[in-house]
Structures are given as structure tokens and as C-alpha cells.
T-cell receptor
């Protein structure tokens, strides 16, 4: 079945440590790829997106993501996390052949930061 | 610039009661989306409007859910009657011309519905 999967429901890292959140997709062709962050009481905010071209994408708040076609993955990374990064992170796709912004979200990864 | 505005932020009702959620998109955004986010899950699209027209309502449970965007600006999502399983966060988003995948969706803070 076509889907987007975030294998980790909850991740805890120490402040200052590096972070990698995983995202895998299952579609016949490469979808458009997105990462969103949802802080408590806040709306979803777009961190970055990948449509084509350079497979390493830079986003806001110091985040980056790497598209790997061979692994059907689009993992989110940050070299050094801050306490303010604690939030829920969602990987999302617009399935191939969908010209419109029809986002399909993964189930999310909750990030906790230890002081 | 004001973001997407939703009200109320929280709503608690008893099952079988009606409930309505309101959304005002970012000024100039002709595309409006309603999503439902169940606890521990990602948002799922319920309906997408292009101006006044509902162009994608395939995921909207039409037996109890309805939506309107009469003047192509703000929108109301209604549930009547509510069921226990409707407890969720209802998110509204807007974008410029949602027919183009390149246009970013901007999300409101959501309405958290609890059905008792």
C-alpha cells in the first residue's frame, strides 16, 4: 500500500546532541517530500521540502534533510538540538501524479530534549 | 501578517450534540483545507476548497460532517450529531492556489474537540 512511515514514535536526545528523524515512503515513483514541526498549541510549520535537484535540502531553524532514492527515505537532521526543538515532527508527501497540494502525513515523531 | 485563525480553540460536548468550527484563512489565500488529527497521528485531509468550490471532499464523512465556504473566504466545519470517535484536533490551513504543489500550506492552531 502507498504510505509514508515514521518508524520512531518518540525520541529523546540531550541538548546539544545531534538529531536524526527517519521517514520512509512507499510509492511507485518519488513523491514530493516535506517535513513539518508542531509545537504544543501551535499550528504545523513547514521546515523544508524537496521537489527535485540537490538531494540535501536546507530548511529553517538549522534543520536539513537528505533524500535517498535507493532507500526511499527523507531523513531530517540537526547537528545540535536546542531545548526549543522539543515538539512533534511530521514527514509528509504529495503522492506522485498529484499536481495539487494533497498532503499525506506520517504518524509523527515526538522529540523530547533532556537538559 | 495575521496567520490562519481558528475558533474556538477548545470545545467539549456530549455525544449526539452538534458542533461547529470556524476558520479564517490568510488574506488572499484562495485555497482552504480542513484536516482532522487524531491523538498520536498525523493530520488527514477532510476537504479542500478552491474559492467557494469544494474540489476534494472524498475523505469527508458526509453522513454527519458538512462544510461551507460561502464567500470564498472564511469557512465553517460542522458535525451533527457528534460521536465519541470524533474527538480529535481539527486543523484549518490555507494556501495560494492549492492546485500547485509548490505553494506552501499555512496551518492554524486547531480546535481540540472532546466528545463525552
Amino acid at each position: 500500500a502507498q504510505s509514508v512511515t515514521q518508524p520512531d514514535i518518540h525520541i529523546t536526545v540531550s541538548e546539544g546532541a545531534s538529531l536524526e528523524l527517519r521517514c520512509n515512503y512507499s510509492y511507485g515513483a518519488t513523491p514530493y517530500l516535506f517535513w513539518y514541526v508542531q509545537s504544543p498549541g501551535q499550528g504545523l510549520q513547514l521546515l523544508l521540502k524537496y521537489f527535485s535537484g540537490d538531494t540535501l535540502v536546507q530548511g529553517i531553524k538549522g534543520f536539513e534533510a537528505e533524500f535517498k532514492r535507493s532507500q526511499s527515505s527523507f531523513n531530517l537532521r540537526k547537528p545540535s538540538v536546542h531545548w526549543s526543538d522539543a515538539a512533534e515532527y511530521f514527514c509528509a508527501v504529495v503522492p506522485p501524479s498529484q499536481g495539487a497540494q494533497k498532503l499525506v502525513f506520517g504518524q509523527g515523531t515526538r522529540l523530547t530534549i533532556n537538559p | 501578517e495575521a496567520g490562519v485563525v481558528q475558533s474556538p480553540r477548545y470545545k467539549i460536548i456530549e455525544k449526539k450534540q452538534p458542533v461547529a468550527f470556524w476558520c479564517n484563512p490568510i488574506s488572499g489565500h484562495n485555497t482552504l483545507y480542513w484536516y482532522r488529527q487524531n491523538l498520536g497521528q498525523g493530520p488527514e485531509l477532510l476537504i479542500r476548497y478552491e474559492n467557494e468550490e469544494a474540489v476534494d471532499d472524498s475523505q469527508l464523512p458526509k453522513d454527519r460532517f458538512s462544510a461551507e465556504r460561502l464567500k470564498g473566504v472564511d469557512s465553517t466545519l460542522k458535525i451533527q450529531p457528534a460521536e465519541l470517535g470524533d474527538s480529535a484536533v481539527y486543523l484549518c490551513a490555507s494556501s495560494l492556489d492549492g492546485g500547485l504543489v509548490y505553494n506552501e500550506q499555512f496551518f492554524g492552531p486547531g480546535t481540540r474537540l472532546t466528545v463525552l
